[in-house]
């Protein structure tokens, strides 16, 4: 049957050719669209550009060479990140994109949805459930590597996301419809006041940021998503099933880290020796708790603006 579809492919004319090439495409399980990922060059970019953030830098290298080593996965990759605003987790999401595709969200294999904008309405789950799953599904028969990515899943209508439960696991089946190969990002701040308290116990103690481990925080999140009534995740039975991956934890920022980003941002702009800027953006951030003034309360997200107003 495959290898009909082959020769055909050689032979029809240009629409033929498509509607073949993505029924081949659907039943081989051998097509990848776009998909170029370049784990080499995304290790070097979270490394080089994502700051304080051991643990997302090792949990996303490690998953995703983990994932794509195997030709033929049983489940999607499916990670969900936590932590503060302007921790780096749309960053490294963005990265994603754009080592595995090259085009970041303007891939066509790349697709982003925000509950504000795509889920506006909490009282048309019943509609949404329906539209989500038709859409994932049509994307996943187009391109097996497909990637689908979840922002401010804080802001979720609670039993949206389940509806996603048949594409996430090893045992189902999803009829002509290729999923294991899919990446799904869930992002959210919700878990955020766990990973900074653990981040405050850690520095309080004396102890290195490094120190702090994974394993540390897998479960805490996994309850504190599943038990805030605000979280889209709520009472979820992909958190009771176990289906996502992994959580990526992004811990606060301290200063050294609101620096590091500012000087990198000014050496964007051609300004790699404003030191003078560096110290004042940084001393310009609201930090907490009160005693010890130890983390940025907006991470790095209000660098560029107060960048424009130092330089």
Avoid at 259 to 282: I, K, P, T, Y
Wanted: proline fraction near 6%; charged fraction near 20%.
């Amino acid at each position: 049957m495959l290898a009909l579809l082959s020769a055909l492919l050689l032979f029809v004319c240009p629409p033929a050719c498509a509607v073949f090439q993505t029924l081949y495409c659907t039943l081989s399980d051998s097509c990848d669209c776009d998909f170029k990922p370049d784990l080499r060059d995304l290790e070097w970019d979270l490394y080089k550009n994502v700051f304080g953030q051991h643990l997302a830098q090792d949990i996303v290298s490690e998953e995703l060479a983990r994932f794509l080593q195997n030709k033929s996965p049983e489940r999607p990759l499916v990670l969900s990140f936590h932590g503060s605003s302007g921790t780096g987790k749309t960053l490294v999401s963005s990265m994603l994109g754009n080592h595995l595709y090259g085009s970041a969200m303007s891939s066509p294999f790349v697709h982003q949805f925000v509950p504000t904008l795509h889920f506006p309405s909490p009282h048309r789950v019943k509609r949404y459930r329906k539209e989500l799953k038709s859409w994932v599904q049509g994307n996943l028969t187009e391109c097996a590597r497909s990637v689908f990515i979840f922002d401010e899943m804080e802001k979720m209508p609670p039993g949206l996301i389940d509806v996603l439960e048949p594409f996430l696991g090893p045992s189902h089946v999803v009829f002509r419809t290729n999923y294991r190969k899919a990446i799904y990002i869930f992002i959210s701040t919700t878990g955020e006041d766990v990973i900074n308290r653990v981040a405050l116990e850690n520095r309080q103690a004396g102890r290195e940021r490094e120190e702090i481990k994974s394993a540390d925080l897998q479960d805490a999140i996994a309850a504190a998503v599943y038990n805030n009534s605000t979280s889209g995740f709520f009472q979820s039975s992909i958190i009771q099933q176990k289906l996502i991956t992994r959580f990526v934890p992004f811990l606060p920022l301290s200063r050294c880290h609101v620096e590091r980003c500012v000087h990198s941002q000014l050496c964007q702009r051609g300004s790699c020796s404003r030191s003078d800027v560096v110290e004042a953006v940084g001393g310009d951030m609201i930090y907490t708790p009160v005693p010890g003034q130890y983390f940025s309360t907006t991470g790095c997200k209000a660098v560029p603006a107060k960048i424009n107003f130092f330089l």
